[in-house]
């Protein structure tokens, strides 16, 4: 079975430009989050998508988004990157029974130069 | 707001020897899950064991054990006959269990386990 798989691995982006992440979940997986992870700030939670519908969002600004498409893959985006935006950024999905825990995938590098 | 706190940011333990992360939590929820993740180097958070907060029994797996304290709020993790490939980041994340805007992962900032062989 299939882990969570994250695409790229790395990614090295100048300030100012955009930047989009793809994450595919577990098959039968619906639900699929997103979290930034920084030495300083440690994990936090970008949003959360199931069902192609944004379920709930963090405290990031308008710059980050992301999408769900109708087979569970999901994209986050980020414009105007920053220095500030360099992370681990990691996806993980969730099996629709509550409670079930959430595996993670191996995160997208993302430095901003 | 609910908060996730790991005292240790650095610990260490001899192979074969048991180890115990600490784990404190604040919320005024009374329904939620409890987790611990290990990340290694190659960054890959891995599910390490669960708690539901209404189940008094203390979560086991394989090696690794829970110590829930409900009234007070904690959340330690025992791992015993450590081995080496236990050395990794651990984390303690927490979670609402009710449906809502609060439905993530709060995490702690981590504790890092080295293992002496």
């Known amino acids: 079975k299939a882990g969570v798989t994250q695409t790229p691995r790395y990614l090295i982006k100048t300030r100012g430009q955009q930047v989009t992440l793809s994450c595919s979940p577990i098959s039968g997986h619906r639900s699929v989050s997103w979290y930034q992870q920084t030495p300083g700030q440690g994990l936090q939670f970008l949003f959360e998508?199931?069902?192609?519908?944004?379920?709930n969002k963090g405290n990031f600004p308008g710059r980050f988004s992301g999408r769900q498409f109708s087979n569970s893959r999901s994209e986050m985006n980020v414009s105007t990157l920053e220095l500030g935006d360099s992370a681990l950024y990691l996806c993980?999905?969730?099996?629709?029974?509550?409670?079930?825990?959430?595996?993670f995938g191996s995160g997208t590098r993302l430095t901003v130069v | 707001a609910q908060t996730v706190t790991q005292s240790q940011p650095e610990m260490s333990v001899q192979e074969a020897e048991t180890v115990t992360l600490s784990c404190t939590y604040d919320t005024s929820e009374s329904d939620y899950y409890l987790f611990w993740y290990k990340q290694p180097p190659s960054r890959q958070m891995i599910l390490v064991i669960r708690q539901e907060a209404y189940k008094q029994q203390n979560a086991t797996e394989n090696r690794f054990s829970v110590n829930f304290q409900k009234a007070a709020k904690s959340f330690s993790l025992k791992i015993s006959d450590s081995q080496l490939g236990d050395a990794a980041m651990y984390f303690c994340?927490?979670?609402?269990?009710?449906?809502?805007?609060?439905?993530?992962?709060?995490w702690g900032l981590g504790t890092s386990l080295a293992v002496n062989p």
């Open positions: 994340a927490y979670r609402i269990r009710k449906a809502g805007n609060n439905r993530k992962l709060i």
């Open positions: 998508y199931f069902s192609e519908t944004q379920r």
């Open positions: 993980a999905s969730s099996h629709p029974r509550e409670g079930s825990g959430y595996t």
